[in-house]
């Protein structure tokens, strides 16, 4: 690699300063964002020359539109590529269906007002779980960026409806869970198929061997970007951690009532399994919570709904797998609570990335099954996070109620039992 440059301040530069287009500029200013996150003053220069980059920055550092802004730049008017004709010249590969729509969400906003030859520039979501025809109609119409995961973007590729050799700008976010989900020989094959004098940047909360190997078969001296010291601080300064013991018979009444601590807002829960998701989303519903949940065994308009009722505020809280929360790309979730100890470092990190984002504070609460200690120790020295034995408490105990700003007589029901929201409004139950 090239440089390296460690991001540990957020200079707070407006993106006007910073030599982006005027059409992006305004159409940022339209949803109020107007300055800068550090990471994006730091790649935006960089990126707007047409380096190769390695961005290390977890959740919430602002890393889309660090991508998002100058690809949009470079395709909308750069000399150095191929002008902008409908045919896709800038693609970025996410991991899931939902971090897709959100980063098609993003870039839309930002390229509002970017029109070439009297259309406006087309930025175009492709991602399975949906029939193949209105993707396939899509991309038939012309598309100047795509976003896609990278099984839906190979079988298009494969069956002739989308052309990669145009290809000139190519992102891939999150690397790191691509890598876990098993995408990585996919994504290759996506990347041997662009052109060969292409732009790549990639972004990744951490960086495992098999990544940086990819970045040295793929990009070119990229340039390396620490958000905020990524490597050697991999949780967010901003982010409370609370870690206990808590046994398994007592577990659901801990988490209802850690549910009910002060100033709480929206709330993510995070288990292991879809079985185990299913079942904390219908306990607490039972227990009066508005809730709703995202696991592998909904139907997709199911979890798309879900989402939106999340982001809305319909339901305030939301039980994921680790694989359903990365389409949850919101600033002001309060609290991210695993109700099941992570596998490993890794997916601790992208769990509590979830709070404590765009420069606002979260709590980060860790419930640990007796048997799962030994797991617990291998995260907390692998972070030094120096908490390798947590406390043992009980949903009454002194230390947890004050913690947590509960009164002694709290209780773990809220209300009346309401159904987990899946699709249309949240019911409540009949009886």
Not at 56 to 61: E, K, L
Not at 403 to 419: A, E, H, I, Q, Y
Request: glycine share 8%; net charge negative; charged share 25%.
């Amino acid at each position: 690699m090239s440089t390296a440059v460690a991001v540990n301040k957020q200079p707070g530069r407006s993106f006007s300063e910073l030599g982006v287009a005027a059409e992006i500029v305004e159409a940022l200013a339209h949803r109020g964002i107007t300055h800068a996150f550090a990471i994006q003053e730091y790649t935006l220069p960089l990126a707007l020359k047409g380096a190769d980059l390695i961005g290390q920055a977890r959740t919430g550092m602002g890393k889309t539109y660090g991508f998002g802004v100058p690809l949009l730049d470079r395709v909308f008017d750069d000399a150095h590529l191929t002008a902008p004709d409908g045919s896709v010249r800038a693609l970025v590969v996410v991991p899931t269906r939902e971090l897709c729509l959100q980063v098609t969400d993003d870039l839309r906003t930002a390229a509002k007002y970017l029109q070439v030859d009297d259309r406006a520039l087309n930025v175009l979501a492709i991602y399975g779980g949906v029939p193949f025809a209105a993707q396939t109609d899509a991309l038939a119409s012309g598309a100047d960026v795509v976003i896609g995961t990278p099984g839906r973007l190979l079988d298009l590729h494969r069956q002739g409806f989308l052309d990669l050799s145009g290809v000139e700008i190519v992102v891939l976010d999150e690397a790191d869970e691509m890598l876990d989900q098993g995408f990585l020989d996919d994504v290759k094959e996506v990347l041997s198929q662009t052109s060969d004098q292409r732009q790549t940047m990639l972004f990744s909360a951490t960086l495992p061997g098999p990544i940086t190997a990819l970045t040295r078969q793929f990009m070119k001296q990229p340039v390396m970007v620490q958000a905020d010291d990524a490597a050697a601080d991999a949780t967010h300064a901003s982010t409370q951690q609370i870690i206990f013991q808590s046994h398994k018979m007592d577990r659901m009444s801990a988490l209802a009532r850690i549910l009910q601590t002060p100033d709480r807002g929206r709330t993510i829960v995070f288990a292991r399994t879809k079985r185990m998701t299913a079942s904390i989303a219908e306990d607490l519903a039972n227990l009066g919570f508005k809730v709703g949940a995202v696991h592998g065994d909904m139907k997709q308009p199911e979890r798309e709904e879900a989402l939106a009722a999340f982001r809305s505020g319909t339901v305030d809280v939301i039980v994921a797998t680790d694989v359903a929360a990365r389409g949850i790309d919101i600033d002001d979730v309060t609290h991210v609570i695993n109700y099941q100890v992570p596998d490993d470092e890794r997916t601790y990190v992208h769990r509590i990335g979830r709070t404590g984002r765009a420069g606002r504070t979260g709590i980060a609460v860790t419930l640990l099954g007796w048997d799962e200690v030994l797991r617990w120790k291998a995260i907390d020295e692998a972070l030094n996070l120096g908490q390798p034995e947590p406390p043992q408490w009980f949903s009454s105990s002194p230390e947890f109620l004050s913690t947590f700003g509960l009164p002694n007589d709290v209780d773990d029901r809220v209300g009346s039992p309401r159904r987990v929201q899946s699709s249309g409004k949240v019911r409540t139950r009949r009886s």
